[in-house]
């Protein structure tokens, strides 16, 4: 009843002041929703943008990284010891007891040792299907070249690349590589690896952790 009279003693004026608040105060409602969306979406826009260049700066700095390795890889992959060796009948069960597998192994643990940055050391034998890298590690009955994300692009190249980023089958650490076509009289051979973890890299993946 209270609410009938006082509406009843505002009169006409009253009525149309008291009216037109209550579609004022609305659409200020509205506004600020609207206002508090669009400022959401710029935001989130603004956020996805600075992370799509942070990602960009540190792909670049990996590449550079990594294009400063691939000179020792060009060079080792055109070794007549490799080279030999992925011509040697090499199996993996007794790879450590082939020619040339010490020497090799030495080499490869030795690069690995005095380079900065570098993950595993590596080479990857086609036909006998295995990899053997520094510090005298052989892949294991499971491992399957041809199933490893890095070969397809590898396999594509007529000379060095770089591969995408993947997991590493030894480490499991996110992993990029720079991976030399080994080959003799045409025939491909296999493939001289050099990885780059990204845990090696803490300046860059710090912002991420």
């Known amino acids: 009843m209270s609410k009938i009279r006082l509406w009843d003693k505002l009169g006409f004026r009253g009525k149309v002041l008291f009216a037109m608040s209550a579609v004022v105060i609305s659409i200020l409602f509205i506004i600020a929703g609207f206002s508090y969306n669009y400022s959401k979406n710029l935001f989130e826009k603004q956020i996805e943008e600075e992370l799509g260049l942070e990602n960009e700066v540190v792909a ?87 199933k490893r994300p890095w070969t397809a692009k590898a396999g594509a190249s007529k000379g060095l690349s770089f591969s995408d980023l993947y997991i590493d089958y030894a480490s499991q650490k996110l992993t990029v590589s720079v991976i030399k076509p080994i080959e003799n009289n045409g025939e491909r051979l296999g493939y001289f690896g050099l990885d780059m973890h990204l845990d090696t890299i803490p300046q860059l993946i710090a912002p991420y952790e």
């Open 60 to 146: 670049q700095e990996i590449y550079t990284l990594l294009n400063s390795k691939r000179g020792i890889a060009e060079q080792l992959g055109e070794l007549e010891d490799v080279v030999g060796f992925l011509e040697s009948p090499v199996q993996r069960e007794s790879v450590k007891s082939s020619t040339n597998y010490n020497k090799i192994n030495q080499l490869m643990t030795r690069v690995q040792e005095s380079t900065d940055g570098l993950g595993f050391v590596w080479i990857a034998l086609l036909e006998p299907n295995f990899l053997i890298a520094d510090h005298g590690y052989v892949t294991d009955d499971a491992y399957d070249i041809q």
